[in-house]
């Protein structure tokens, strides 16, 4: 259980750190010319919907990456880059497909380097969260990931 909260927390530290400084401070002046938030933005939303998230990506890393052979490294980053890319279809594809802004392609870019940026903390964190896997644990986890 340990493990679980501790990844849940590789996620929402880093998540929530780099989104208030990369959107709020360091790109704010990007992000106003893309026109796409609310004046008054409501960060205790943002903080729970990244514990959801933390929670959710847990339980997937947990499930289907924490049983895998090979090195806490190689798990963070595979782990890392197939976060990377399904938050990547929720986080900037689905907003830029429905929200109104300046500029498709200039949110594009800013979001998807957010993404590359936030996964390539997240997956070796979450890895080295759970660390190595009991046999124990390997033995439960494995029929629900083999097929």
Known sequence: MMRFFFAVLAYLVPTFALGFVWHLVAFERYYAALAIY??????????????????AFAWIYQRAFAPQNGALLSRGLAYGAFGAVLSWTFTTLAVAAKNVMTSVPDYLIIESAFTAVQWAMVGPLTALAFGRSSPAADRLRAPMVAG
Not at 38 to 55: C, E, N, Y
């Open 38 to 55: 609310r004046s008054d933005i409501i960060i205790p939303f943002g903080l729970l919907a990244i514990l959801i998230q933390g929670v």
